[in-house]
């Protein structure tokens, strides 16, 4: 017996899809790039606020370096002030995702709409600074991911020592940031250090409340505590993962909820990895590889694997360094273990390995 072809399964799941999204509103607000009209306000953004009116009010620049998680709330919370000042017109502001433009020279086109080829990066900054004469602040979202061919991080000294007294409010997922950064820029840059914490549940709660009450046509509050309990328990409280959990079920409302929300996870692990940068990979196949985990044994596998590759791999401190970032992204654990008298680190992956291994067959073959 001939089972259902293409195009009738098509027919069935596209009315399927269309009965269900009934359920939905407002289909945007489930989007990643999606503002709220007023985000969660929390203790963090205070220190923000103040310093952007500081500045607006004195034009003496107060740097700012927002440290988090992925899906602790910095990016949306950068987007809706850069949104909510720049209506009131007191303030410029030139707002750069660095993971999309990763070096200064492509930074600065960006801001400027040029295409790069026939600027040098001094006439690209003459450029801007003839440009933006008035107050303006930088916003840089995920600066950790500036090219490391951008080694001194040019646009930050730049940004730190103009004459125009510009502003930077840098985000990163990567707490050691600053510390990557050279002596000259960091001695002038001097960045008030704000730490985004991970939602708890509650905020978890009131965050899909907020978007199920514009995006959904009824409010399911017994399923919304579900999702904020499994996001806080087993995500380190990625409101992404929450949010995209909340809108597959509501668009395939016979999935069961467990599985929404595993899907919803891996879908957001799969891009945290697609968008770690070779060395990165490496480190975390090292990691997988090394059976005891300890850092030292994780460290030299590393080199072993960069070696296969023809990959120049991290000196160990920056080793270590990167190994916080991953942790930051919640896909290593560092644990404190006893070995003899002394205490070490462990490396325990907490991705799912066959996510990993897809995203290595892609990029490593």
Same mark, same amino acid.
């Given at each position: 017996?001939?089972?259902?072809?293409?195009?009738?399964?098509?027919?069935?799941?596209?009315?399927?899809?269309?009965?269900?999204?009934?359920?939905?509103?407002?289909?945007?607000?489930?989007?990643?790039?999606?503002?709220?009209?007023?985000?969660?306000?929390?203790?963090?953004?205070?220190?923000?606020?103040?310093? #952007? =009116?500081?500045?607006?009010?004195? !034009?003496?620049?107060?740097?700012? /370096?927002?440290?988090?998680?992925?899906? $602790?709330? &910095? *990016?949306?919370?950068?987007?809706?002030?850069?949104?909510?000042?720049?209506?009131?017109?007191?303030?410029?502001?030139?707002?750069?995702?660095?993971?999309?433009?990763?070096?200064?020279?492509?930074?600065?086109?960006? #801001? =400027?709409?040029?295409?790069?080829? !026939?600027?040098?990066?001094?006439? /690209?900054?003459?450029?801007?600074?003839? $440009?933006? &004469? *008035?107050?303006?602040?930088?916003?840089?979202?995920?600066?950790?991911?500036?090219?490391?061919?951008?080694?001194?991080?040019?646009?930050?000294?730049?940004?730190?020592?103009?004459?125009?007294?510009?502003?930077?409010? #840098? =985000?990163?997922?990567?707490?050691?940031?600053?510390?990557?950064?050279?002596?000259?820029?960091?001695?002038?840059?001097?960045?008030?250090?704000?730490?985004?914490?991970?939602?708890?549940?509650?905020?978890?709660?009131?965050?899909?409340?907020?978007?199920?009450?514009?995006?959904?046509?009824?409010?399911?509050?017994?399923?919304?505590?579900?999702?904020?309990?499994?996001?806080?328990?087993?995500?380190?409280?990625?409101?992404?993962?929450?949010?995209?959990?909340?809108?597959?079920?509501?668009?395939?409302?016979?999935?069961?909820?467990?599985?929404?929300?595993?899907?919803?996870?891996?879908?957001?692990?799969?891009?945290?990895?697609?968008?770690?940068?070779?060395?990165?990979?490496?480190?975390?196949?090292?990691?997988?590889?090394?059976?005891?985990?300890?850092?030292?044994?994780?460290?030299?596998?590393?080199?072993?694997?960069?070696?296969?590759?023809?990959?120049?791999?991290?000196?160990?401190?920056?080793?270590?360094?990167?190994?916080?970032?991953?942790?930051?992204?919640?896909?290593?654990?560092?644990?404190?273990?006893?070995?003899?008298?002394?205490?070490?680190?462990?490396?325990?992956?907490?991705?799912?390995?066959?996510?990993?291994?897809?995203?290595?067959?892609?990029?490593?073959?």
């Amino acid at each position: 017996m001939r089972g259902m072809d293409i195009e009738q399964y098509l027919k069935e799941k596209q009315q399927h899809l269309s009965k269900s999204s009934s359920r939905i509103r407002n289909f945007s607000v489930f989007d990643f790039n999606y503002i709220p009209p007023k985000p969660l306000m929390r203790e963090e953004v205070k220190p923000i606020i103040d310093a #952007l =009116l500081r500045y607006q009010q004195t !034009g003496i620049a107060n740097n700012v /370096l927002i440290l988090g998680c992925r899906g $602790s709330g &910095k *990016s949306v919370m950068a987007k809706y002030l850069l949104k909510t000042l720049s209506a009131r017109g007191k303030l410029q502001l030139a707002y750069v995702n660095c993971r999309q433009h990763n070096t200064s020279f492509k930074i600065l086109a960006s #801001l =400027l709409n040029v295409k790069p080829r !026939g600027f040098g990066l001094d006439e /690209l900054w003459e450029l801007f600074t003839s $440009s933006f &004469k *008035s107050r303006t602040v930088f916003i840089l979202d995920e600066v950790d991911m500036i090219s490391e061919r951008d080694r001194h991080k040019d646009i930050l000294y730049l940004i730190s020592r103009s004459p125009n007294n510009y502003m930077a409010v #840098l =985000l990163s997922n990567n707490p050691r940031f600053i510390n990557n950064l050279d002596e000259s820029t960091r001695s002038t840059l001097q960045p008030e250090i704000i730490h985004f914490r991970s939602y708890n549940a509650r905020e978890v709660q009131q965050i899909l409340i907020d978007r199920a009450e514009i995006g959904l046509k009824s409010m399911p509050n017994q399923i919304i505590n579900q999702i904020a309990a499994m996001t806080v328990k087993n995500t380190n409280s990625d409101v992404r993962v929450a949010i995209k959990t909340l809108y597959r079920w509501a668009l395939e409302p016979e999935l069961p909820l467990q599985e929404a929300f595993e899907r919803a996870r891996r879908d957001i692990l799969v891009d945290v990895i697609k968008d770690l940068n070779d060395k990165n990979i490496i480190m975390l196949k090292a990691a997988m590889v090394q059976a005891d985990g300890y850092v030292k044994d994780a460290y030299r596998e590393y080199c072993k694997i960069s070696s296969q590759y023809k990959e120049e791999p991290f000196s160990y401190m920056h080793y270590y360094t990167n190994l916080s970032y991953l942790q930051s992204l919640g896909l290593v654990a560092l644990v404190s273990a006893k070995v003899n008298r002394t205490y070490t680190n462990r490396i325990q992956a907490t991705f799912d390995p066959t996510v990993f291994e897809a995203v290595w067959s892609v990029r490593f073959g």
